[in-house]
């Protein structure tokens, strides 16, 4: 049973959590059904997320929660991603915890074909104009909107309420606040706007990473419940907001992320040997899932470093990913993904050596450099290459984060010769030390 107090003629003291940006179902990037088990695990960590979300707020008798926007990833492929939804505020309606939610731009209107009924316990705020929902018996006023369209180019602050008076005020908006964290600037607006309002504490979505702008009046971003790719690394959480005496006095994280992305840099300048690199990943991987602290760890590894191993590095991708993920799997009872190894090491031997030698290695080099320059070869490359890019679905061609395949989606023809004659000359090499 929660219990609220009020010392003489001050506001009463209440707890409540804010989060956003729960994206359910959401796809996530970079699997690979290498790792069925672990893959299956990432595919239903944002369901684990909120599952633990409103364990906390039950566990912590919360005196209601603010969703601010994105609870969906976009339509529904079936009616379970919004039967579960349900199935979790109706436990917060068992334990008469109500629910404050706004639209987001991937659960807008226009976005959404589907819809079920929400335990009564839930109120969205409307898209049409914002709107003020006070909570009397807790001297609380929360105001906010929803998004009708996905893309919302407004400023929507000048639009909502007036704080009320002698009681807490709560904005609840989704916004880019300027195209914060590389994030669509919808809903723009200024922090400067924001603190202006009058509100004690702004509940903010959209933007993925948490971030207190501002206190008194507090303006917070609680970033995402769980990471979905490896652009989404580190701790995901949402805040357990204190309020005592119409002030914000703590704001406590909730760690409610299952699976945890990570990227790790991995110097192998010293190593001897190829065993030497896969004991070096081996060591890197422990560290990581020991960082994790039980959660799935999803991990990117950089292999960074001058070293005479380079070109057998390069010549082996499949073969290095592939160690990589045995050394996961043999860590027992943790559970680590290898998303990808990314080969940032550098030969002893560069460019301009290998130019000057006569042999097969110092004539691809010339040929590769002068490629670079030639007319003909370059428009060659971007004809074919702009081919197979255009027919790419949207969300490889929004996404993508390997160099050249970015290189061939942005018609970075510099960039895709020298990628691919790093790797010719890197087998060449391979090749050559192996006779």
């Known amino acids: 049973m929660r219990t609220v107090r009020r010392l003489g003629s001050s506001l009463r003291s209440f707890r409540f959590i804010h989060t956003a ?3 359910l179902d959401s796809p996530m990037r970079g699997l690979s059904d290498d790792v069925p088990g672990v893959a299956e695990r990432l595919r239903l ?3 684990e997320a909120l599952t633990a979300l409103v364990d906390a707020a039950i566990e912590r008798a919360v005196d209601f929660v603010v969703i601010a926007g994105d609870v ?21 309606a068992g334990e008469s915890i109500p629910v404050y939610l706004i639209h987001g731009n991937h659960d807008a209107q226009n976005q959404m074909t589907r819809s079920l009924s929400l335990p009564g316990n839930v109120h969205v705020f409307s898209p049409e104009a914002a709107e003020t929902k006070t909570i009397e018996h807790l001297d609380v006023a929360l105001h906010g909107m929803s998004y009708a369209e996905r893309a919302v180019t407004d400023n929507l602050v000048p639009g909502y309420p007036a704080p009320v008076a002698g009681v807490f005020n709560i904005g609840v908006l989704h916004t880019g606040l300027g195209g914060r964290g590389g994030h669509a600037n919808y809903a723009p607006c200024s922090l400067d706007e924001l603190t202006a309002k009058g509100y004690d504490y702004w509940a903010l979505g959209h933007v993925h990473g948490a971030e207190v702008l501002a206190e008194h009046p507090h303006v917070v971003f609680s970033g995402n419940l769980q990471g979905r790719s490896i652009r989404e690394t580190g701790a995901k959480s949402a805040y357990e907001v204190i309020v005592e005496d119409g002030r914000v ?11 945890r992305w990570a990227e790790t840099s991995i110097n192998v300048s010293a190593a001897d040997d190829f065993n030497d690199v896969i004991a070096a990943m081996r060591r890197a991987i422990e560290t990581g899932a020991d960082a994790v602290e039980g959660r799935l760890l999803a991990v990117r590894l950089h292999l960074t470093g001058t070293t005479a191993l380079h070109d057998q590095l390069a010549a082996a991708p499949e073969r290095l990913l592939a160690e990589a993920r045995a050394a996961a799997a043999g860590l027992g009872t943790a559970q680590v993904y290898v998303e990808k190894i ?34 003909y070869i370059r428009e060659m490359i971007e004809k074919d290459v702009r081919r197979l890019a255009e027919r790419l679905p949207h969300e490889i061609r ?17 960039t895709l010769i020298h990628g691919a ?10 090749d050559e030390r192996a006779t």
């Open 249 to 259: 006095a703590a704001l406590r994280p909730i760690h409610c992320d299952v699976a």
């Open 398 to 414: 929004e996404h993508a984060d390997d160099a050249l395949l970015r290189a061939a989606i942005d018609g970075d023809t510099a």
């Open 342 to 375: 990314k080969l940032a090491t550098a030969p002893q031997l560069d460019a301009a050596t290998r130019r000057e030698r006569q042999d097969a290695l110092g004539e691809l080099q010339r040929l590769l450099d002068d490629a670079v320059d030639d007319p």
């Open 21 to 23: 940006d729960i994206h």
């Open 72 to 92: 969906y990833d976009g339509d529904w492929r079936d009616y379970q991603t919004g039967v579960f939804f349900v199935r979790q505020m109706h436990r917060l």
């Open 421 to 430: 004659g790093d790797y010719l000359l890197s087998r060449l090499a391979a």
């Open 45 to 47: 960590a944002t369901r």
